[in-house]
């Protein structure tokens, strides 16, 4: 007897590891969660009088652990990335901002991201980020707009239309409008015209939708065929 009660005694006091274990999680846990609430706390309170300081506490986080963030949270992420791209500080705001999309995973945090890396001039990385989205979640008109955008810029029309195209099913109004912009440019006014008619029945119809509607109309654009203007180029660029 007197030697089970040494051997349970010494289980005691040399302790069991995986009891151990549990219950040091909690505590690990607990200081994880104190570090991301004073990060942002603090970052809150510097964020005037040092935003890249702030962002840096704030990336340091969110790079660290993955965790959803909570409105004022999301907000101030938000606030001193677009504080950094201001100040001409683009490396630490797209750090920042890519951390934060990956938190977030959203339509908004992805192509926020893009801006500033299309502004760095790694517009690779900032198609394949907003590709990634798009075959996770099809169903974001802005992401999709935003790629007909990125080809856009490169005079890749194709790429465009695809882009566009995708929106536009979404019901991106915009993207319509640009459809039937490109469509005017490559000197297709009628089919430029079905484009910016979806935009005419609107309460308060986008700008591209009357004035393209109306360049469709001039009698330097739109001749008997359709599709055989005078002039190639978009009117509006004359």
């Known amino acids: 007897m007197a030697g089970l009660m040494a051997t349970g005694l010494a289980q005691e006091q040399d302790g069991d590891p995986e009891i151990e274990q549990v219950a040091e999680a909690p505590a690990q846990s607990a200081a ?11 970052a809150a309170e510097i964020e005037t009088d ?4 702030a962002a840096e506490l704030i990336t340091g986080e969110l790079e660290d652990a993955a965790r959803q963030l909570d409105g004022p949270q999301l907000e101030l992420a938000f606030r001193l990335g677009k504080t950094l791209v201001e100040a001409g500080k683009l490396e630490a705001a797209v750090r920042l901002q890519l951390a934060l999309h ?3 995973n959203a339509e908004w945090s992805a192509i926020n991201a893009t801006l500033t890396l299309s502004q760095l001039g790694r517009q690779d990385e900032a198609r394949a980020l907003l590709e990634r989205l798009v075959g996770e979640q099809p ?11 990125m080809a856009w810029a ?9 882009g566009f195209g995708r929106a536009a099913l979404l019901g ?3 993207a319509r409008s640009n459809l039937g912009r490109i469509e005017l440019r490559a000197g297709r006014p009628v089919r430029a015209r079905a484009w910016f008619r979806s935009g005419l029945g609107r309460t308060q119809p ?9 360049l469709t109309l001039l009698p330097s654009v739109a001749t008997n065929s359709g599709e055989t203007p005078s002039a190639s180029q978009d009117p509006s660029e004359k």
Do not use: K, T, Y
């Open 172 to 174: 991106s109004e915009d």
């Open 50 to 53: 040092d935003p890249e300081g």
């Open 32 to 42: 994880a969660d104190n570090a991301w609430q004073d990060a942002f706390g603090l």
């Open 206 to 214: 986008g700008a591209w939708s009357l004035r393209g509607w109306g």
């Open 139 to 149: 169903a974001l008109a802005g992401a999709w707009s935003h790629l007909g955008l």
């Open 102 to 104: 990956v938190s977030a």
């Open 154 to 162: 490169i005079g890749d029309d194709e790429g465009a239309r695809r």
